[in-house]
């Protein structure tokens, strides 16, 4: 059983709406790591948090340690928005742990 | 910006040949990382490395190898390519355990 679970696996969404994404793990981490990655194969850090909640531009990312929950919103989707989407959990030393992503399509 | 750059974005092989793959970035990170990507599995962290010429493995080094000899660059070496090494391969920097990664673009390898 992978440590990070990601639900959903897939998700299409209409222009405009408010997306969700979630990350579950199962042991104790120090930081966790929202990543994007677009057709192509490039990732692009999103977020890194330990604690609380980050914002940038339309994207929100949240973490409950007590949980072990994390969450990454998307308001007004647009289909630029559309990749996939990594969650990645840092254990001991610096190594993460990565999640099988959520594939995320916005149609127009 | 950082930047890790990998030498080759598609890369095909012949089964049995030896594979170098590439990896340099640009800011001076001690930690550097060669990760394989494949459908539904995720990455797999298949060798790290903290510093010059150190080493480690990780969750999936077997058939693979590597080389740290300057700080900038980071080299996986598949001795004996199989078919089962068809892949994308990612490498990644980080300046240290506060710090998130910076990925390069990936290659995408196909042994045949």
């Known amino acids: 059983k992978n440590e990070v679970e990601q639900s959903p696996q897939n998700l299409t969404a209409q222009e405009g709406e408010f997306i969700t994404i979630n990350c579950s793990y199962s042991v104790g981490i120090s930081a966790l790591h929202w990543l994007q990655q677009h057709p192509g194969g490039g990732i692009v850090s999103l977020f890194m948090l330990s604690s609380g909640k980050k914002k940038h531009g339309r994207l929100i990312a949240t973490i409950n340690i007590q949980e072990k929950h994390s969450s990454l919103h998307i308001t007004a989707s647009h289909p630029r928005d559309s990749a996939v989407y990594i969650c990645?959990?840092?254990?001991?030393?610096?190594?993460?742990?990565f999640g099988t992503g959520t594939s995320l399509t916005v149609i127009p | 910006d950082v930047k890790v750059t990998q030498s080759s974005r598609y890369l095909v092989k012949r089964t049995g040949e030896k594979v170098f793959l590439e990896c340099v970035q640009d800011?001076?990170?001690?930690?550097m990382f060669w990760y394989r990507q494949d459908p539904g599995l995720g990455l797999r962290l298949i060798y790290f490395s903290y510093d010059v010429k150190m080493k480690e493995k990780g969750d999936i080094p077997e058939g693979y190898s590597v080389s740290r000899e300057k700080k900038e660059r980071f080299s996986l070496i598949l001795e004996s390519a199989s078919t089962n090494q068809t892949s994308m391969y990612l490498c990644?920097?980080?300046?240290?355990?506060?710090?998130?990664?910076?990925f390069g673009s990936g290659t995408r390898l196909t042994v045949v």
């Open positions: 990644a920097s980080s300046p240290g355990q506060i710090y998130g990664y910076t």
């Open positions: 990645a959990v840092r254990r001991a030393g610096n190594q993460f742990y």
């Open positions: 800011m001076d990170h001690e930690n």
